[in-house]
Nanobody, 128 residues
Framework: QMQLVESGGGLVQAGDSLRLSCATSERAFSRYAMGWFRQAPGKEREFVAAISRSGSEKHYADSVKGRFTLSKDTAKNSGYLQMNSLKPEDTAVYYC?????????????????????WGQGTQVTVSS
C-alpha cells in the first residue's frame, strides 16, 4: 500500500506562489503516473494536473495552465506542483494521487477513479 504525503500548502495572497510536494518511500512511485486534484468547499474534486509514468506527458486543467508546473523526481520518489500567480479561486484542498495509467492524452489522466493511491491533502488558501 503506497502512502503519499503532501506538504507545502498554506495561506498566501493573490499573486503569490506556493510549491506543493508529494512524497512517498516507495521506489515503485517512479513507475506510476502522478496526478494533482483539488476540492473546494461545496464542490466536487477536480483535476488540476498530471504527469505520465515516464514523465514524457504533462497535462493541465485550463484553469491553471500557464501558472502551474508539475514535475517528478524519481530519485527522491517525489512529485511537485509549482503554483504561481495564485488566485482566490485556487483555494482548495490539494491532493496528489498515483496510478498505473497506461493510456495517453489529456483524457487519460483527468478521472480521479483511475488513481490507486491518494495523499491526505494539503490546504491552499489564497486571499484577495
Amino acid at each position: 500500500q503506497m502512502q503519499l504525503v503532501e506538504s507545502g500548502g498554506g495561506l498566501v495572497q493573490a499573486g503569490d506562489s506556493l510549491r506543493l510536494s508529494c512524497a512517498t518511500s516507495e521506489r515503485a512511485f517512479s513507475r506510476y503516473a502522478m496526478g494533482w486534484f483539488r476540492q473546494a468547499p461545496g464542490k466536487e474534486r477536480e483535476f488540476v494536473a498530471a504527469i505520465s509514468r515516464s514523465g514524457s506527458e504533462k497535462h493541465y486543467a485550463d484553469s491553471v495552465k500557464g501558472r502551474f508546473t508539475l514535475s517528478k523526481d524519481t530519485a527522491k520518489n517525489s512529485g511537485y506542483l509549482q503554483m504561481n500567480s495564485l488566485k482566490p479561486e485556487d483555494t482548495a484542498v490539494y491532493y496528489c494521487a498515483a496510478g498505473l495509467l497506461y493510456c495517453s492524452g489529456y483524457g487519460c489522466y483527468t478521472s480521479a477513479t483511475d488513481y490507486d493511491y491518494w495523499g491526505q491533502g494539503t490546504q491552499v488558501t489564497v486571499s484577495s
